[in-house]
């Protein structure tokens, strides 16, 4: 069964913090690992990673991936308040003739206090 | 484009009722899936098509729990009879071929 995990489960900080957000995974045939953002709505998303190594950066957000470790970091620096959200790791995966699975992590919700 | 659409966005039934979820993917998106999302377990794919045929139904959590695509436009869940351990956030998406995922806004579903 595939399984993905987040950690920490939450994490509450004060503005101008830096944060790193763990995921972790184990999977049969991985295509690529994608970041999602959630606030009071669907997931938007935040980055995909294929590659091990090279890092996806937008503003002040950046995410790597490990495929040798079967790990992603999500960074924030300078944590804003908007920032607070439940931060979703998933894992896309194929089989077969199927395609495009995706498995989620539990979630990281975090806060961040002015 | 008006993105995924789900309807309705909010749902209040009794136990016992059936209660039927909508979704209407982006054009051109040949992948749907159906999430479910509760505190406890998070978010969990129940069913996902390609080109509107069920791929992968293992999620599907018994079944009083189904699903349709009749056609590339829309796809149903329904429940029947539904029961309090039902609610939680019903979340479709859909993909072009397994990227680009676009989640609808939801339907939060409450069994009384």
């Known amino acids: 069964e595939d399984k993905v995990v987040q950690s920490p489960l939450s994490l509450v900080v004060h503005e101008g913090d830096t944060v790193t957000l763990n995921c972790s995974y184990e999977v049969t045939n991985f295509r690529s690992l994608l970041w999602y953002k959630q606030e009071k709505k669907a997931p938007t998303f935040l980055f995909m990673l294929t590659s091990s190594g090279i890092e996806k950066k937008s503003g002040r957000l950046s995410s790597i991936l490990d495929k040798k470790e079967l790990f992603s970091i999500l960074n924030i620096t300078a944590t804003q308040t908007g920032d607070s959200a439940v931060y979703l790791c998933?894992?896309?995966?194929?089989?077969?003739?199927?395609?495009?699975?995706?498995?989620f992590g539990q979630g990281t919700i975090l806060t961040v206090h002015p | 484009d008006a993105g995924v659409i789900q309807s309705p966005r909010h749902e209040v039934t009794e136990m016992g009722q059936e209660v039927t979820l909508r979704c209407k993917p982006i054009?051109?998106?040949?992948?749907l899936f159906w999430y479910r999302q509760t505190m406890m377990r998070g978010l969990e794919l129940l069913i996902y098509f390609n080109n509107n045929v069920p791929i992968d139904d293992s999620g599907m959590p018994e079944d009083r729990f189904s699903a349709k695509m009749p056609n590339a436009s829309f796809s149903t869940l329904k429940i029947q009879p539904s029961e309090p351990r039902d609610s939680a956030v019903y979340f479709c998406?859909?993909?072009?071929?397994?990227?680009?995922?676009?989640f609808g806004s939801g339907t939060r579903l409450t069994v009384v």
């Open positions: 054009s051109g998106h040949d992948y």
């Open positions: 998933a894992v896309v995966t194929a089989g077969g003739t199927s395609y495009g699975k995706l498995t």
């Open positions: 998406a859909s993909s072009p071929s397994g990227y680009g995922y676009t």
